[in-house]
C-alpha cells in the first residue's frame, strides 16, 4: 500500500523567500516520486520526478526536491518565491518502479500563495 | 502532437443523467486511467486500463464504467450522475516501462 502526506494544507511566504512544501510516502515497494503544480482552471504540469539515481532532483522554474529514504520524504524547494508561484502543489508516489503497478497515490495538495 | 485530450473541458448535468467523458491520446501508451480531483483530497483513481479489452477498478470506482476497445481511447461513463459526483476528471496515460504519465487538460463536471 502507498500513501502520501503532504504537511500544511496552506504555505504562505513572502516574494524573495525560501519555499520549501513538505511531503511524506509510504511504498511498500522502491518508489518513484513527482512533484505537480496546478494553477486555478488548469491542469497538472509535472515539475520533477525522482526514479533512480541521484536523489536531488532539479525541476522546472527552479524548483528541485531531495529524496531521502532514511525520512521517507520528498520535501520540494525553491530558493527565491516568485509571484508566479501561487499555485496549488501535489506530491505522488507511483507502485510502478517494480514493473508491475499500476497506482500513483497523490497527496492532497498544498495551496502556495506568494506575499509582496 | 496532441498528447492526451479531454472532452468535453466543462459540462453540467441533471441528477440521473448519463454522460460520457472521452479521452484519447496519440502516444501508443499502453496504460491509461481516469482520476477524479475533489477540494481537500488530492487525485484519487477510479479506473484504469494497462492495454486494449483490460480494464480494473481503481480507488473510487462506484458511479462509473470504462472500456477500452482500442489502444487510443479509454471513455469514462457516468451511469447515473449523482451530486456526489461533481469535480473535476483527468485522463492520463503512459508507456508499459514509462516513468512519467501524461496527464489531459481535465473535464470540469458539475452535477445539479
Known amino acids: 500500500a502507498q500513501s502520501v502526506t503532504q504537511l500544511g494544507s496552506h504555505v504562505s511566504v513572502s516574494e524573495g523567500a525560501l519555499v520549501l512544501l513538505r511531503c511524506n510516502y509510504s511504498?511498500?515497494?522502491?518508489?518513484?516520486l513527482f512533484w505537480y503544480v496546478q494553477y486555478p482552471n488548469q491542469g497538472l504540469q509535472l515539475l520533477l520526478k525522482?526514479?533512480?539515481?541521484a536523489t536531488l532532483v532539479k525541476g522546472i522554474n527552479g524548483f528541485e526536491a531531495e529524496f531521502k529514504k532514511s525520512e521517507t520524504s520528498f520535501h520540494l524547494t525553491k530558493p527565491s518565491a516568485h509571484m508566479s508561484d501561487a499555485a496549488e502543489y501535489f506530491c505522488?508516489?507511483?507502485?510502478w518502479g517494480t514493473g508491475g503497478g499500476n497506482k500513483l497515490t497523490f497527496g492532497t495538495g498544498t495551496q502556495l500563495k506568494v506575499e509582496l | 502532437n496532441a498528447g492526451v485530450t479531454q472532452t468535453p473541458k466543462f459540462q453540467v448535468l441533471k441528477t440521473g443523467q448519463s454522460m460520457t467523458l472521452q479521452c484519447a491520446q496519440d502516444?501508443?501508451?499502453?496504460?491509461m486511467s481516469w482520476y477524479r480531483q475533489d477540494p481537500g483530497m488530492g487525485l484519487r483513481l477510479i479506473h484504469y486500463?494497462?492495454?486494449?479489452?483490460?480494464?480494473d477498478q481503481g480507488e473510487v470506482p462506484n458511479g462509473y464504467n470504462v472500456s477500452r476497445s482500442t489502444t487510443e481511447d479509454f471513455p469514462l461513463r457516468l451511469l447515473s450522475a449523482a451530486p456526489s459526483q461533481t469535480s473535476v476528471y483527468f485522463c492520463?496515460?503512459?508507456?508499459?516501462?514509462?516513468?512519467?504519465?501524461?496527464f489531459g487538460e481535465g473535464s470540469w463536471l458539475t452535477v445539479v
Open positions: 492520463a496515460s503512459r508507456t508499459e516501462l514509462g516513468n512519467t504519465i501524461y
Open positions: 502516444m501508443n501508451h499502453e496504460y
Open positions: 486500463s494497462v492495454g486494449a479489452g483490460i480494464t
Open positions: 511504498s511498500s515497494v522502491p518508489p518513484y
Open positions: 525522482y526514479t533512480t539515481g
Open positions: 505522488a508516489v507511483s507502485d
